[in-house]
């Protein structure tokens, strides 16, 4: 055939080409590449040295395009089909480009980094580290929440190159925060997409691969980030009052807890210095979380020190240190 995609099956970008690609029946010859292999990396990188996908090359027309939403634009140009993934309307069209760049510069690349993990021939490095998925996605996909509320596609009627591109990273985070109860008008979407014979068709060819994702907890290699957050919360309450929240397991119960569908296991709060907490929790679906504190400070009504490890089915995800001040 005269198009090959140089792809991988679990690969967010490389979704959203093989939606392009199966959404208007487009004849191509798809070309997994193990990076992990020296000699495959060696040799896809003899068709694109960056050595990133997906890449697509176009035989008949002696062209060599790189990067997901290039490959869309080139394929919209000299490949179409029925479905019109980049409209014709010059308005449109800027609409469409402009929510796919908001998935790609703001869900995939923010949400990726609290997702990174092992994906067998990928072989993209763990992250542990002390920021959740949700502290990166979550005010964007409220935004895309309320752009939902009032339409069936990610620009409206039309499904577009914009779909494409918010597929995977929609899927993935779903894995990780399930998007149904916080973010109703994103998960509609999310169905709807899944239920595209373009992407089903995408997971189904990615599910050997599915183990190595994070949201199925298979954490096999580790490396180290060091990062910090701040979160400020005004409450109208005074410092005490405030403090007191933190003092013991039954008051934690009820504000400190897990995701849509977690219900607590086991609270164990041993609030003093050198004591130790543990909150233990589980999903539906197997889950197991566990936080596992020991407190270092303790300044009544003004600061609480502390470092943390989370478990997630038994393997170690993170340590963090926390420093609480009312």
Same mark, same amino acid.
Not at 107 to 114: L, Q
Not at 152 to 166: E, I, T
């Given at each position: 055939m005269a198009l090959t995609l140089y792809m991988h099956p679990l690969s967010s970008y490389c979704h959203k080409a093989l939606i392009a690609l199966y959404e208007n029946a487009i004849a191509f010859t798809p070309h997994g590449v193990?990076?992990?292999?020296?000699?495959?990396?060696?040799n896809?990188?003899?068709?694109?040295?960056?050595?990133?996908?997906p890449?697509?090359?176009?035989?008949?027309?002696?062209?060599t395009i790189p990067e997901s939403t290039s490959i869309i634009e080139y394929l919209a140009r000299h490949y179409p089909g029925p479905?019109?993934?980049?409209?014709?309307?010059?308005?449109?069209?800027?609409?469409?480009?402009?929510?796919?760049?908001?998935?790609?510069?703001?869900?995939?690349?923010?949400?990726?980094?609290?997702?990174?993990?092992?994906?067998?021939?990928?072989?993209?490095?763990?992250?542990?580290?002390?920021?959740?998925p949700r502290s990166g996605c979550e005010r964007p +996909?409220? /935004? !895309?929440?309320?752009?939902? #509320?009032?339409?069936?596609?990610?620009?409206?009627?039309?499904?577009?190159?914009?779909?494409?591109?918010?597929a995977a990273p929609l899927f993935f985070i779903n894995k990780m925060m399930p998007l149904a109860q916080e973010f109703p008008h994103v998960s509609a979407h999310l169905e709807r997409l899944m239920k595209r014979p373009s992407y089903a068709r995408a997971l189904v060819e990615a599910q050997p691969y599915m183990h190595f994702f994070p949201g199925v907890i298979h954490y096999e290699q580790r490396s180290t980030?060091?990062?910090?957050?701040?979160?400020?919360?005004?409450?109208?309450?005074?410092?005490? +009052?405030? /403090? !007191?929240?933190?003092?013991? #397991?039954?008051?934690?119960?009820?504000w400190f807890v897990g995701p849509s569908g977690w219900q607590a296991q086991l609270r164990e709060l041993d609030f003093r210095v050198g004591g130790r907490e543990q909150v233990i929790g589980r999903k539906p679906d197997g889950f197991v979380s566990r936080f596992d504190a020991r407190y270092h400070e303790i300044?009544?009504?003004?600061?609480?020190?502390?470092?943390?490890?989370?478990?997630?089915n038994d393997r170690q995800i993170s340590t963090s240190a926390g420093d609480d001040r009312v």
């Open positions: 193990n990076l992990g292999d020296p000699a495959e990396r060696d896809f990188r003899k068709v694109w040295p960056i050595g990133k996908f890449v697509l090359r176009d035989d008949a027309r002696d062209q479905v019109e993934l980049i409209p014709d309307d010059p308005e449109l069209a800027a609409q469409v480009r402009a929510t796919d760049r908001f998935t790609i510069c703001i869900c995939t690349i923010r949400c990726r980094r609290s997702s990174a993990t092992s994906c067998g021939p990928l072989t993209v490095t763990i992250r542990s580290a002390s920021v959740t +996909l409220r /935004f !895309a929440d309320r752009e939902m #509320a009032t339409r069936h596609w990610a620009v409206g009627d039309l499904f577009s190159m914009a779909d494409c591109g918010a980030v060091h990062d910090t957050f701040v979160i400020n919360r005004t409450f109208a309450f005074r410092p005490e +009052l405030v /403090f !007191a929240a933190w003092t013991s #397991a039954e008051a934690k119960a009820h300044v009544p009504n003004q600061r609480i020190v502390y470092v943390y490890d989370m478990y997630v």
